[in-house]
């Protein structure tokens, strides 16, 4: 039986500054304690212009929380206009890189193909893909939420092998629930969770047992406790809960 520790990801999106981010993770770190890291790696990941304060405060403090990137090119270098490279990420000791968020997907027209490019090209610069899935409402009430999971995982990890699989994590995010309030069931997302854990056995094998799946969908200090419950869930991506360090300290404490 492989133990996966839990990761609590916060995604603060176009929020906070540089300066509002080094407040905010100077705040969660006072909220936190030893025990907490002990029991849940912790991951904040601010935008592009606040990711250096942040990388020299966490530093500077010796603060054990790690930073990500919310997005990413998955080329090393060129002519692309407004995009950062993973060598420019993996510079600033960005660990974690969140990749096909359901936002980049819809709004900018993301496609899996992509999406794989961009988890190969994190990989192969040392960091770790937070690679999401996750369907509309329009696909769940159709009956379409397992096809569509199991698409975009076998989408995203095409051409990765089973040992570079060891450093990915994914996330479940039923578009649906991302920002209005409305959250799946702890036991839906349970379900569509272990259909994901299945499809990761299908395409990396027994590296499957060691892949961290996370929720994210309006997590928040009241219902941090139930989700982490389940046996599949095994930590959250958090998004608007987590631009405020009181309650992302809370949910990492699953709620206390």
């Known amino acids: ?124 610069a040392g960091m770790q893909p937070i690679l999401c899935c996750g369907e509309t409402l329009e696909e769940r009430e159709a009956g379409e939420t397992d096809a569509k999971v199991q698409r975009q995982v076998t989408a995203g990890l095409a051409g990765v092998s089973p040992a570079d699989a060891t450093g990915v994590v994914v996330a479940y995010e039923p578009i649906w629930a991302i920002g209005t309030g409305r959250t799946a069931s702890a036991e839906d997302a349970n379900a569509t969770i272990s259909v994901i854990r299945k499809t990761l056995r299908s395409v990396v094998g027994e590296t499957a047992a060691t892949i961290r799946v996370l929720y994210g969908g309006s997590v928040k200090p009241g219902n941090a406790h139930e989700l982490m419950a389940q046996p599949e869930i095994d930590g959250a991506l958090v998004g608007g809960a987590s631009l405020d360090p009181d309650d992302f300290a809370r949910i990492i404490q699953y709620g206390r």
């Open 1 to 124: 039986m492989t133990t996966r520790k839990p990761l609590m990801a916060g995604n603060w999106k176009m929020h906070h500054t540089h300066l509002e981010a080094i407040q905010v993770v100077q705040k969660l770190s006072y909220r936190l304690e030893k025990k907490d890291y002990d029991r849940t790696e912790v991951v904040v990941c601010p935008a592009f212009t606040a990711l250096r304060s942040v990388q020299t405060t966490l530093d500077a403090d010796r603060i054990p929380i790690a930073l990500g990137a919310q997005n990413v090119h998955p080329e090393e270098k060129g002519a692309f206009t407004g995009e950062v490279s993973p060598v420019m990420l993996a510079k600033l000791n960005v660990r974690f890189v969140i990749v096909g968020h359901s936002e980049r997907r819809e709004i900018f027209g993301e496609t899996d193909d992509f999406v794989n490019r961009k988890v190969r090209a994190v990989l192969a």
